[in-house]
C-alpha cells in the first residue's frame, strides 16, 4: 500500500490527498490572506513539510466551534457570528500541524506547532478557494470532516507555493 500525505498547493488554493503519487481526493482551501511565511506573528501560511501532530473533534457536529483547541459546545450561526464579531472562527474539526525543517517551520521563530497552525472548518464557505486566513488552512465544513477521517497522526504535509 502506498503512503498516503496532503499537498496544499498555495497558487491555486488546493489541497490534494495523495496515495503515493495518486490523487485520492481533491479539495478548496483557503489560506493566509498574507502570503507564505513562517514567522511567528506573520499571519502567514508556512511552507515546506510537516505533519499532522493532532486530531481535534472526531464525532463533534457540523459547524461545532473550537476555541484554544476545545469545543466550545456551540454551533456556528448568523446570530452567534454576530455577537462575536472577533472570533477567528474555527469549525467542525482541527487537524494540527508540525512542521518538520529545523530551522525552516521547526524551533525558533517558525515552529508551525507553537504557532496554532491548523487545517478546520469555517463559517466563510463562500469564500473558500480564496486567499483569506490568518496563517491557517481553512476549509468548508463538510471536506475537513471528510479530509479528517482520511488522515491520522503522523500523515506527513506538503505546503509549497
Known amino acids: 500500500m502506498r ?9 491555486a488554493q488546493q489541497l490534494q490527498v495523495l496515495d503515493g503519487d495518486r490523487t485520492a481526493a481533491s479539495f ?7 502570503g ?5 506573528a506573520s499571519e502567514q501560511t508556512p511552507r515546506g513539510a510537516h505533519e499532522v501532530r493532532a486530531l481535534i473533534g472526531d464525532g463533534a457536529p457540523c459547524g461545532a466551534v473550537f476555541v484554544a483547541r476545545q469545543a466550545t459546545g456551540e454551533i456556528c ?9 472577533e472570533r477567528d472562527w474555527i469549525l467542525s474539526r482541527v487537524i494540527w500541524l508540525s512542521g518538520l525543517e529545523e530551522g525552516r517551520n521547526r524551533g525558533g521563530d517558525v ?14 464557505e463562500e469564500l473558500v478557494g480564496e486567499a483569506r486566513s490568518h ?12 479530509l479528517f477521517a482520511m488522515v491520522e ?3 506527513r504535509v506538503w505546503i509549497d507555493e
Do not use: F
Open 77 to 85: 450561526t448568523p446570530e452567534l457570528r454576530a455577537a462575536h464579531p
Open 3 to 11: 503512503e498516503r500525505w496532503l499537498r496544499i498547493d498555495l497558487a
Open 111 to 124: 515552529d508551525t506547532y507553537e504557532r496554532y497552525i491548523y487545517i478546520h472548518g469555517t463559517p466563510d
Open 135 to 146: 496563517g491557517c488552512i481553512r476549509m468548508r465544513n463538510a471536506d475537513v470532516i471528510t
Open 153 to 155: 497522526i503522523g500523515t
Open 36 to 40: 507564505a511565511g513562517e514567522r511567528s
Open 28 to 34: 478548496a482551501v483557503s489560506t493566509s490572506a498574507k
